[in-house]
């Protein structure tokens, strides 16, 4: 059984930053591309950031600058590091992780809260 277990949100004043982290646990095939996807209340699901096998980035227009996701695959882990985080950061997120053949887990969800 794979399991994605997330750490790392909570809540944060206007201008911080957090850093969230993903691990994957139990027998997990050779991933792919990891991501992190958020979603607000009454908001679809929406891409924050990608990273794929070869370490090549891709972010949404609202944070481009500001969050840097990152992972380590000795670990089987992902980082989302968030800086200057807004109001409208605010949201449930979820990480993500692909292997090779296209199967993809998601992680249970942690919530982050940019208020002042």
């Known amino acids: 059984q794979v399991q994605l277990v997330e750490s790392g949100g909570g809540l944060v004043q206007p201008g911080g930053s957090l850093r969230l982290s993903c691990a994957a646990s139990?027998?997990?095939?050779?991933?792919?591309?990891m991501g992190w996807y958020r979603q607000a209340p009454g908001k679809q699901r929406e891409l924050v950031a990608s990273i794929t096998s070869t370490n090549w980035p891709n972010y949404a227009d609202s944070v481009k600058g500001r969050f840097t996701i990152s992972r380590d695959n000795a670990k089987n882990t992902e980082y989302l590091q968030m800086n200057s985080l807004k109001s409208e950061d605010t949201a449930v997120y979820y990480c993500n992780m692909v292997n090779s053949v296209g199967y993809e887990y998601w992680g249970q969800g942690t919530q982050v809260t940019v208020s002042s």
């Open positions: 139990g027998s997990i095939f050779r991933l792919n591309t």
